[in-house]
């Protein structure tokens, strides 16, 4: 099994920035290889994807919607994911879910939530106008 915990949410006025951090736990993801995605979920709205990393941290990729704004990365010796998000908007207001997908790729990243193995119970973020 593996767990994920996020942190890092809070309020934060427009064009501020937050830090979220993913921290991962289990026997598994010490084991085996696994790609991480962060995904958001705003009220009445249906879960999107944000950013995603593959296993090594070598690629990553972004929803337009917030590309050039937020930054994902990883650090295999903590375990640990992180989104930085910066110059954000009020429509960046969600509640933001870590995922993990276990993988035999280390080059792969993944970005449909149904491919994602395991999740967090998320972080809410709110931005202020």
């Known amino acids: 099994q593996v767990q994920l915990v996020e942190s890092g949410g809070g309020l934060v006025q427009a064009g501020g920035s937050l830090r979220l951090t993913c921290a991962a736990s289990?026997?598994?993801?010490?084991?085996?290889?696994?790609?991480m995605g962060w995904f958001r979920q705003a009220p009445g709205k249906e879960r999107e994807f944000a950013a995603a990393?593959?296993?090594?941290?070598?690629?990553?990729y972004s929803a337009d919607s917030v590309k050039g704004r937020f930054t994902i990365s990883r650090d295999n010796a903590k375990n640990t994911v992180y989104l930085q998000m910066n110059s954000l908007k009020p429509e960046d207001t969600a509640v933001y879910y870590c995922a993990a997908k276990n993988t035999y790729s280390v080059d792969n990243y993944f970005t449909r939530s149904y491919e994602y193995d395991y999740w967090g119970q998320g972080t809410q973020v709110t931005v202020s106008s």
């Open positions: 990393i593959n296993w090594s941290g070598s690629s990553t």
């Open positions: 289990g026997r598994a993801f010490s084991r085996y290889r696994y790609a």
